[in-house]
């Protein structure tokens, strides 16, 4: 299974800004397209922004559009998602995964936004 490590999530007022990080140690990743996803208490994931793995291609939910910008190093098994002019309603635990044929999920990390 390839395990993926999310971090950077934190604490932020209003328009502030964070940037999430999702490693793995898959000797292909550079192979796997990746996502980030927010939950909300025990709701459905709800996808914010994804990045294939060819050609880079960046695609995001409405809500964040303009707002967030997802990349990818492939040279450092990394994808991150920075995160500006935060807004109350991104709050959520934000999980990145992994997809090639198969979906897998890492942890999450909190992310909390106060007006």
């Known amino acids: 299974d390839v395990q993926l490590q999310a971090s950077g999530g934190g604490s932020v007022q209003a328009g502030g800004s964070l940037k999430l990080s999702c490693s793995s140690s898959e000797p292909s990743f550079d192979d796997y397209a990746i996502g980030w996803f927010r939950q909300i208490s025990r709701k459905e994931r709800v996808a914010v922004s994804c990045i294939s793995h060819n050609d880079r291609r960046a695609d995001y939910a409405d809500a964040v559009k303009g707002r967030f910008t997802i990349s990818r190093d492939d040279g450092r098994n990394t994808v991150y998602l920075q995160m500006n002019s935060l807004k109350p309603e991104d709050t959520g635990v934000y999980y990145c995964?992994?997809?090639?044929?198969?979906?897998?999920w890492g942890q999450g990390t909190q992310v909390t936004v106060s007006s």
């Open positions: 995964n992994a997809q090639f044929g198969s979906t897998y």
